[in-house]
């Protein structure tokens, strides 16, 4: 019934549809199992994409030639550019989708891509013959062959959704779990883990009184996510968001059911997100603040339902609806449906490659939540890195691995590689060490070219970075040649509060003052209009960065070039840690599991000291 294929990859959310559009587009045959069709890319919890570093991510998949970028800007309700108060390391898109749609384009585009074939069926179990994984086994019965496999099975993996004292199997709102995988990787000598998350309760949007709320509107200029030319919504077009706020009265409500709630009942075993907390989280961690913020979020376009972000919860539905309803709008709110906890199996990701390979089983690749990471943004970037480097496997090629020096992307697999994860993983900026460099607004310079390299970045993706890299180096050479006189440039600095000039002065020094940005300059002054009338918003974006923090910049240029010696001293795979005597239990305990492939990595390993490291780097220098 089935032939053989090159890939198979077990789950179509965010990290198993970009794992079978990255190997389908590298020249692989595909075939994504689903346990149903009608879901892929459903977005499960909040219908946004992006955010702080969330939204470098996608940036990053975009220049890579993955699909969420191009997803996101053709289902978009709402973007907003967060953080433009701050440095441009800072700046992070983000898109409010609309739910259906965002699914609908994705299936769309996975349907359009040549190499992919979809099943509707449970996978159960894995094929796996002498320390190589050879294809699935399915709930219909079928063994399905192929030369790689890759798992990207959510929060389905032995789910548990909690709602009060209720509790039933799933991965999801009336979806069942899968069964049946985690036992096997078990007996294969996998160590596995629970973990849990959760969504609020979803609300007829009918129901509120949205005068007693903020308005959240969208932005006036929309940058999107993807550095393809698409046709985006208008600004006009944006459906706002709107905030409010819990208060005294609703936190004694919710108090009120704790003994019901299955968190402190000790039901849930798994840990929950450090940085998306359950709202009965909050106001038990954060006893001292009088209130939290909500979020009310539409669903999409065409619908009246809306998403409560800040509301996150498992206590008994009657205390969900009570406690909403004494919130300001919500008094006559009508439930579409309670939020709920969910708990699900996942391995620790220090079992896996750089490459996402697992250790114990070649050609087998995990990807998503399913290694201990939260978010669609995280997911989907680990599917893609996966689907590259599964076909790179299958086909005998180098793997494709980022470095944390290069990409946001590069910082998750490493942590998660080196450190591995006790609760939900979630990317901040702060985890990044290189933040100057790995900006949203730069990532096809960075990335484009290393993917176009392999096959996957298009042509036309490639042409645009080398049109952009030449204009942002004419733009730096203008600016830098380019002299203004008191009369040309002091009603616009006046107007920032910026010191007028007295004499002539470069372009270039002018604009390196903090209040003056050069968009300002183009609109203000006619010599530099008429100079860069011939460059487009992005790359006159771009040199102005590259020419106001190049400071910054060669400063973190030149401390990636001192790690990176220590990236290109190689530990042999069979090193054996025992005979270093020195080194303390826990760097050779931790060496000896995680198997460091170079110093660099060694270094980056919770619980290794740097006596460790310098013992080892003494070691292979002899």
């Known amino acids: ?109 996975l349907e359009n891509t040549p190499n992919v074939d979809f099943y509707q069926d449970a996978v159960n179990g894995l094929v796996v013959k002498d320390g190589k994984v050879c294809g699935v086994k399915t709930g219909l019965g079928h063994d399905i062959k192929s030369k790689a496999v890759v798992l990207t099975n959510g929060t389905f993996l032995n789910g548990v959704i909690h709602i009060g004292e209720k509790n039933f199997g799933g991965g999801r709102a009336a979806e069942k779990a899968a069964t049946g995988i985690t036992e096997q990787l078990v007996s294969l000598g996998f160590e596995s883990k629970r973990l849990k998350t959760g969504t609020p309760p979803r609300i007829d949007g009918r129901s509120l009184d949205y005068s007693k709320m903020e308005e959240q509107k969208g932005d006036e200029e929309i940058v999107g996510f993807s550095f393809l030319d698409l046709e985006r919504i208008k600004p006009d077009q944006q459906r706002s968001c709107w905030i409010t706020y819990t208060n005294d009265k609703v936190h004694e409500l919710l108090k009120s059911g704790f003994d019901k709630s299955p968190m402190y ?25 009088d209130r939290h913020q909500l979020f009310v979020e539409p669903e999409g376009f065409n619908t009246v339902e809306i998403y409560v972000n800040g509301f996150s919860t498992s206590l008994a539905e009657d205390i969900q609806i009570q406690a909403l309803r004494l919130v300001p709008g919500f008094e006559n709110c009508r439930m579409f449906r309670p939020g709920y906890a ?47 480097n599964a076909h790179q496997n299958a086909r005998e090629l180098e793997p494709f691995v980022l470095k944390r020096s290069e990409a946001y992307i590069g910082v998750l697999i490493d942590d998660l590689i080196n450190k591995g994860t006790d609760e939900p993983y979630r990317m901040f900026t702060s985890r990044a060490e290189f933040r100057t460099l790995l900006r949203q607004d730069n990532a096809d310079l960075r990335l484009t070219e290393k993917s176009y390299r392999i096959g996957l970045a298009s042509q036309e993706r490639m042409d645009k970075v080398l049109l952009k890299r030449n204009a942002v180096e004419q733009i730096k050479e203008i600016i830098k040649n380019l002299s203004l006189e008191p009369e040309d440039a002091n009603e616009m600095l006046e107007s920032v509060h910026s010191s007028p000039l007295v004499s002539r002065q470069k372009t270039e020094q002018v604009l390196r003052r903090p209040n003056v940005s050069l968009k300002d300059m183009v609109k203000a002054i006619p010599k530099i209009k008429m100079a860069l009338e011939n460059f487009d918003i992005f790359s006159i974006e771009q040199a102005e960065i590259q020419i106001k ?74």
């Open 265 to 289: 009942q000790g039901r849930i075993q798994g840990s929950g997100p450090r940085y998306c907390p359950s709202i009965e989280d909050k106001i038990n961690r954060f006893a001292e603040r």
């Open 549 to 622: 923090y190049d400071t910054y910049i060669e400063k973190e240029k030149e401390l990636v070039a001192k790690m990176s010696q220590l990236e290109d001293l190689h530990i042999p795979d069979n090193f054996n840690y025992d005979k270093l005597v020195s080194l303390s239990n826990e760097a050779r305990q931790k060496f000896t599991k995680i198997k460091p492939q170079t110093l660099g990595q060694a270094s980056r390993i919770s619980g290794v000291n740097p006596s460790d490291v310098q013992i080892l780097m003494v070691y292979m220098g002899r």
């Open 1 to 109: 019934m089935f032939p053989e294929y090159d890939i198979i990859v077990v789950g179509a959310g965010h990290a198993g549809c970009e794992a079978a559009a990255a190997a389908a587009n590298l020249g692989s045959k595909v075939l994504l199992v689903t346990m149903n069709m009608q879901t892929i890319a459903q977005m499960s919890c909040n219908p946004a994409m992006g955010g702080i570093a969330k939204g470098q991510i996608v940036r990053e998949i975009d220049a890579l030639g993955g699909y969420s970028g191009i997803v996101t800007d053709m289902s978009m309700i709402q973007f907003r550019m967060l953080n433009v108060s701050k440095g441009p390391a800072m700046w992070s898109p983000r898109a409010q989708s609309d739910r259906m749609l965002f699914a609908g384009k994705w299936r769309e585009m």
């Open 342 to 388: 969910i708990e699900y199996d996942y391995f620790p990701p220090t079992q896996l490659k750089f490459t996402l390979e697992t250790k114990l089983i070649k050609n087998l690749f995990f990807a998503g939540q399913i290694n201990g990471t939260t978010g669609y943004e995280e997911a989907a970037c680990q599917g893609l890195m996966a689907g590259i």
